[in-house]
């Protein structure tokens, strides 16, 4: 499967990610009626292929035009009441985003910071779970800010362990796809996800799965859901309507946006379903982390069960900012991001290696890699040469 990159550079940000031409052209069909039903079985597969990508059989996926911030606010607007505790296990930048989320709904938010780098010990999530009940506790699995895995298996058992009736809501933006997670066998509550990243089809729809438990929360307030487009009172018969294979209205769906992800959830699943996926974003990482440590450089995430298999950040040398080295990789043919750590963010950059970059062999991640050896080359860092750097004290 190839992608159309020769006359433009290849995009290597930590999502929106490269796609396939099926996947394009998917994108650009005609105007179609939302009640087509071309489209109506287009829809009701995707929300069928969701479960299988998240592992669940009985959670309700939610398909709804928007980017993978509304999935905050679906998780906030629909399982929280105004007071309610909530703890939020923050990595970075979208975690603390997440955090001024919920308060946004009128959450009472504990923050369990972790050092940039690093997540949380499970001692301390224990503890914080002993020390107040909290209506859910939110995971980040991947922060994009850092590259730093949450462990989201590890606090779902501590959930359950101490604390059962709290909700398990999993941030799978930048993971959903590419990191393990088996929702069912975990007894995960909520994943937040987007197609833009490793679900391989372009930005424009917001995807939460919640499970029967979520559900139940939701019937059970005390307090209309605060807001009108988000609220999944008027969303749950539109998503069961078209898995039934029948049109409804509430609000028009990105008809395009969804025949595009219907094609990459069919590609994904045909290629050997989701342990091959998460096994070739495994191996793929490997690789980078490799070529990383060969440059003489450290990643972000502070140690190999913290790093992640969907996107690596790098530390950079000293003397050389992201500002430096972005356009010569761009001049090379490869996009990558800078930093996004509020005070660091010069001091590091972002390499995305999620969808058909890391499942295909289509040289993508080897040109990527190339361009990043060749461009700290040129920023005066020798790679053949170097040895390993000590990343930078925070
Ligand atoms: C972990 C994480 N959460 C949430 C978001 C927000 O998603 P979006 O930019 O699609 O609104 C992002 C975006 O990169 C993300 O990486």
């Known amino acids: ?21 099926t996947v394009l052209q998917s994108n650009s069909t005609p105007a179609t009626a939302h009640t087509d039903p071309v489209f109506v079985e287009a829809f009701g597969q995707v929300i069928e292929m969701l479960r299988t990508v998240v592992g669940t059989k009985t959670a309700q996926p939610f398909v709804i035009a928007g980017s993978g911030t509304l999935g ?13 505790n909530v703890l939020v296990l923050s ?54 800010s850092t590259g730093v895995l949450g462990d ?63 559900l139940g929360v939701l019937k059970a307030r005390q307090t209309p859901v605060p807001a009108y487009y988000i609220n999944w009172n008027r969303w749950l018969p539109i998503m069961k309507s078209y898995e039934d294979r029948a049109a409804k209205y509430f609000a ?13 959830l069919k590609e994904m699943l045909s290629d050997g379903g989701m342990e091959s996926v998460f096994a070739a974003h495994e191996r793929t990482a490997a690789r980078v982390r490799s070529a990383v440590h060969k440059w003489g450089l450290e990643t972000v995430a502070a140690a190999p069960e913290l790093c992640s298999n969907a996107m690596t950040a790098v530390w950079l040398p000293a003397s ?16 990558a991001a800078g930093g996004i750590l ?11 290696h999620m969808g058909i970059s890391a499942t295909r062999d289509n040289g ?10 060749e461009a700290l080359e040129e920023c005066g860092h020798s790679v053949a040469t170097a040895g390993r750097s000590t990343p930078p004290r925070l």
Request: proline content about 4%; hydrophobic content about 45%; overall charge neutral.
């Open 342 to 352: 509020a005070g660091q963010a010069h001091r590091y950059f972002r390499l995305g």
């Open 152 to 214: 989201v298996k590890g606090v779902a058992e501590l959930v359950r362990e101490h604390s059962p009736e709290t909700l398990v809501v999993v941030d799978g933006v930048c993971a959903t796809a590419a990191e393990r997670l088996y929702f069912d066998a975990w007894g995960v509550d909520v994943v937040i996800t987007a197609s833009q990243k490793a679900l391989g089809s372009p930005p424009g729809i917001s995807v939460v799965v919640a499970s029967q438990k979520a």
């Open 320 to 335: 050389i900012q992201a500002a430096d080295l972005l356009p010569k990789l761009k001049a090379r043919g490869v996009v």
């Open 364 to 373: 993508n991640v080897d040109a990527m890699l190339k361009a990043a050896a």
């Open 72 to 84: 905050w606010d679906q998780s906030a607007a629909n399982l929280v009441e105004a007071g309610e």
């Open 91 to 144: 990595n970075g930048y979208f975690g603390e985003g997440l955090a001024d989320c919920m308060e946004t709904y009128g959450a009472q938010v504990t923050r369990l910071r972790a050092e940039p780098g690093q997540r949380q010990q499970l001692a301390q999530v224990a503890q914080a779970l002993r020390a107040k009940k909290y209506k859910l506790v939110t995971v980040t699995q991947v922060d994009t």
């Open 1 to 21: 499967m190839s992608n159309s990159s020769s006359s433009r550079p290849l995009c290597m940000i930590p999502g929106p990610v490269e796609m396939s031409d």
């Open 252 to 264: 028009t769906p990105c008809v395009q946006a969804i025949f595009a992800l219907n094609t990459s």
